[in-house]
T-cell receptor, first 114, second 110 residues
């Protein structure tokens, strides 16, 4: 069966420090991978998605970047965190089908920037 | 423009009362509609999709193309239904990516 992991679960970082959040998927090949930020009252904001190794699409301009060094690994990074980067970050995967696109979510990472 | 609107940020109903979470969409083609749910301290997960025409945990949702709506309904709310609910759509025009509503927090009062 397929599983998705994210770590760390929680993170407290000072402003200006770097960031690296990792997401890995098991039990499937060539998944689409997604990074979302979930904010109270604002729903899910798609940050990045990837349809293959080294292929990253950015949905919003921001202080963050993403990379996909391996088929089932998706990394969210920042060189210098801002206060506004605080939030709950979700990784998800899917296998694209013509009939739809069910996404499966990881447990999330709670990031607090102080 | 492709858009999903959930007009209620918060919905509070008493246990045993009917529940309706509203979802309206704007889409030029034929979308597939979904409801996702996130219970406290659990992962966001798919609740149901319109194409399946199924009832999950007593919830149903009917796609109304004329009103461009996909409201989620349950005749008798239970306390364990308290959660965050998101409506989303997918279709060819969005390259099959999910377009999300802002979410509705449902609170069931005892």
């Amino acid at each position: 069966s397929q599983t998705i992991h994210q770590w760390p679960a929680t993170l407290v970082q000072p402003v200006g420090s770097p960031l690296s959040l990792e997401c890995t998927v098991e039990g499937t090949s060539n998944p689409n991978l997604y990074w979302y930020r979930q904010a109270a009252g604002r729903g899910l904001q798609l940050l990045f998605y990837s349809v293959g190794i080294g292929q990253i699409s950015s949905e919003v301009p921001q202080n963050l970047s993403a990379s996909r060094p391996q088929d089932r690994q998706f990394i969210l990074s920042s060189k210098k965190l801002l206060l506004s980067d605080s939030g709950f970050y979700l990784c998800a995967w899917s296998v694209l089908r013509r009939a739809g696109n069910e996404q499966f979510f990881g447990p999330g990472t709670r990031l607090t920037v102080l | 423009a492709q858009r999903v609107t959930q007009p209620e940020k918060l919905l509070s109903v008493f246990k045993g009362a009917p529940v309706e979470l509203k979802c309206n969409y704007s889409y030029s083609g034929s979308p597939e509609l979904f409801w996702y749910v996130q219970y406290s301290r659990q992962r966001l997960q798919l609740l149901l999709r319109h194409i399946s025409r199924e009832s999950i945990k007593g919830f149903t949702a009917d796609l109304n193309k004329g009103e461009t709506s996909f409201h989620l309904k349950k005749p008798f709310a239970q306390e364990e239904d308290s959660a965050m609910y998101y409506c989303a759509l997918s279709g060819m025009d969005s390259n099959y990516q999910l377009i999300w509503g802002a979410g509705t927090k449902l609170i069931i009062k005892p």
